[in-house]
């Protein structure tokens, strides 16, 4: 097809900021794993469909299915609606403390903040 740019699985982007390979990127409403390191500027590939094991808010216990949202300024995950972009799903439950919780991303891209 003589219009098509890129399949959508993923997104080559430019990186406002610099990133490292399978960090979470938010850009705006969109919300996606760099599949590589990049430098600001630096056009970085992001996926936006799979499942991913990503930084969460520690104290946070994450039951299966729960709703995941990335906080803009920072990328860490939480369960708070209010004012982030929603990434997913949790696929694990995770207890307080974690680190790090097992996300399906929902591969769209989120609407308007909470």
Do not use: C
Not at 62 to 89: F, I, Q, R
């Amino acid at each position: 097809m003589k219009n098509s740019i890129q399949r959508g699985h993923s997104l080559a982007i430019i990186a406002a900021a610099a990133v490292e390979s399978g960090q979470l990127v938010v850009a705006g409403r969109m919300v996606g794993v760099a599949g590589a390191d990049a430098d600001a500027g630096d056009r970085v590939e992001i996926h936006l469909e799979g499942v991913y094991e990503l930084t969460k808010t520690p104290t946070q216990a994450w039951s299966v299915g729960a709703l995941v949202y990335a906080v803009p300024a920072t990328g860490v995950l939480t369960t708070a609606a209010s004012g982030n972009v929603l990434v997913g799903v949790a696929v694990e439950a995770t207890v307080n403390p974690s680190a790090t919780g097992i996300v399906r991303l929902n591969g769209s891209f989120s609407p308007a903040a909470a």
